[in-house]
């Protein structure tokens, strides 16, 4: 399997622009999760789905963003519009139940940068 | 929700035995012990989970206390390529789903 693939792997956008972020999961795994990483506040997670329904998006900043997931193998996080704070590295990842709740495997991650 | 606290960072020498702690004294009984950890320029990658027993797989042991407020992850040989974050998480499944929250992590620098 390739894994959690993600895309772009960068992206560096203005202001106000509108970003969608792209995340495929490995096949079979019936979560998805959303992450995001800033060396001030670490790893957040920020939403995750179950069986592409989701689940606890309380990790969503704001309005700002949202989250979807149209079918098992692919997932958007989309920011608009989108803000320097919001510049982070964003990771994906999936798993599938199991014993221990499941390992999560992550993407590579996009890196975000809002000017 | 309950939390982790984790050195900040540590130090080994190459081939030598790490014992990584962390502490959370509040998880409840349903909590899973997780470690992950973080090499640089790449997403986290599971290392090895608990709930009550000790465990072992290929890559770490995990060393978890009798009131599982404390746990230890073991690397038995340290390595160059284990230089990274090790993130020790509690999984709690609670009515509705589960989260993953994520402590700040311990930098493991190993020498040569």
């Known amino acids: 399997d390739a894994g959690v693939i993600q895309s772009p792997r960068h992206e560096v956008t203005e202001m106000g622009q509108e970003v969608t972020l792209r995340c495929k999961p490995i096949?079979?795994?019936?979560?998805l999760f959303w992450y995001r990483q800033t060396m001030m506040r670490g790893l957040e997670l920020l939403i995750y789905f179950n069986n592409n329904v989701p689940i606890d998006d309380s990790g969503m900043p704001e309005d700002r963003f949202s989250a979807k997931m149209p079918n098992a193998s692919f997932s958007t996080l989309k920011i608009q519009p989108s803000e320097p704070r919001d510049s982070a590295v964003y990771f994906c990842?999936?798993?599938?139940?199991?014993?221990?709740?499941?390992?999560?495997?992550f993407g590579p991650g996009t890196r975000l940068t809002v000017l | 929700d309950a939390k982790t606290t984790q050195p900040n960072s540590m130090e080994s020498n190459e081939e030598e035995p790490v014992h990584l702690p962390c502490n959370h004294s509040t998880i409840s009984g349903t909590d899973y012990i997780h470690w992950y950890r973080q090499l640089p320029s790449q997403g986290p990658e599971y290392v090895i989970h608990?709930?009550?027993s000790n465990v072992n797989n290929r890559m770490a042991s995990l060393a978890i206390a009798e009131d599982r407020k404390s746990s230890t992850l073991i690397l038995h040989r340290a390595t160059l390529r284990d230089a990274a974050v090790y993130y020790c998480?509690?999984?709690?499944?609670?009515?509705?789903?589960?989260?993953?929250?994520f402590g700040a992590g311990t930098r493991l620098f190993v020498k040569a």
């Open positions: 096949s079979g795994h019936d979560y």
């Open positions: 998480i509690l999984r709690a499944h609670n009515t509705g789903g589960f989260k993953t929250i």
């Open positions: 608990g709930l009550t």
């Open positions: 990842a999936s798993s599938l139940r199991g014993s221990g709740l499941g390992t999560q495997y």
